[in-house]
T-cell receptor, first 107, second 114 residues
C-alpha cells in the first residue's frame, strides 16, 4: 500500500520556527512536494525535493531523506498569514497526498 | 494569466441527477487530474490523464467518469450522484507526465448531493 503520514495539527507562535514532518512508504518515488492550502482555497506549490538534502526558498525550507522515507517543511519567522494546512505529496506514477497538517499561528 | 478554471464553484443537486463539472487549463499541460477532499482524509485522486484520450483510475474512481478529448479540458461526470459524493473537488494540471513538476489547482467545486 501507499502511506503518507503527517501530524494532523500543530500550533506555533508568531515569529517562531516550526517543523512539519512527513513520512512516506510508496511503491516508487519521483519526488516529494509540499503545498500550502488556506481554508476553502486551492493548494499552492511550496517546494519540490527529488534528491536528499535541504532546499531553501525564503522563509520556507524543505528536507528530504529518501533512505528514511522522510521529509520536513521548515517555516521560519512565522507570520499570521502562515496559518493554513500544509500538504505533503509524493510523486509516484501520479501524485499521492497526505491528509495534511493544519498549522495555527498565534500572536 | 496561467490558470486552471473549474465550473461551477458551488453546486447543490439531488440524488441521481447527472451532472458535469468542467475543468480547463491554458498552460498546454499534458497531465490533468481530479481530486476530492474530505475532512481528515486529505486529497484523494479520482482519475488522471497523461494526455489526450489517455485516462486512468485513481484511488476513488467509483461513481465518476472523465474524458480527455482535447488537451485543455478534462470534465468530471457524475452519472448518478449519491450523497456520499458530497465533497470539495479539485482539478489540477501539470506539465510533466510523471508528476515531477508542480501541479496547478483550480479553485475547487463544492458539491452537495441531497
Amino acid at each position: 500500500g501507499q502511506n503518507i503520514d503527517q501530524p494532523t495539527e500543530m500550533t506555533a507562535t508568531e515569529g517562531a520556527i516550526v517543523q512539519i514532518n512527513c513520512t512516506y512508504q510508496t511503491s516508487g518515488f519521483n519526488g516529494l512536494f509540499w503545498y500550502q492550502q488556506h481554508a476553502g482555497e486551492a493548494p499552492t506549490f511550496l517546494s519540490y525535493n527529488v534528491l536528499d538534502g535541504l532546499e531553501e526558498k525564503g522563509r520556507f525550507s524543505s528536507f528530504l531523506s529518501r533512505s528514511k522515507g522522510y521529509s520536513y517543511l521548515l517555516l521560519k519567522e512565522l507570520q499570521m498569514k502562515d496559518s493554513a494546512s500544509y500538504l505533503c505529496a509524493v510523486s509516484v506514477n501520479d501524485m499521492r497526498f497526505g491528509a495534511g497538517t493544519r498549522l495555527t499561528v498565534k500572536p | 494569466e496561467a490558470q486552471v478554471t473549474q465550473n461551477p464553484r458551488y453546486l447543490i443537486t439531488v440524488t441521481g441527477k447527472k451532472l458535469t463539472v468542467t475543468c480547463s487549463q491554458n498552460m498546454n499541460h499534458e497531465y490533468m487530474s481530479w481530486y476530492r477532499q474530505d475532512p481528515g482524509l486529505g486529497l484523494r485522486q479520482i482519475y488522471y490523464s497523461m494526455n489526450v484520450e489517455v485516462t486512468d483510475k485513481g484511488d476513488v474512481p467509483e461513481g465518476y467518469k472523465v474524458s480527455r478529448k482535447e488537451k485543455r479540458n478534462f470534465p468530471l461526470i457524475l452519472e448518478s450522484p449519491s450523497p456520499n459524493q458530497t465533497s470539495l473537488y479539485f482539478c489540477a494540471s501539470s506539465l510533466g507526465g510523471l508528476m515531477n513538476t508542480e501541479a496547478f489547482f483550480g479553485q475547487g467545486t463544492r458539491l452537495t448531493v441531497v
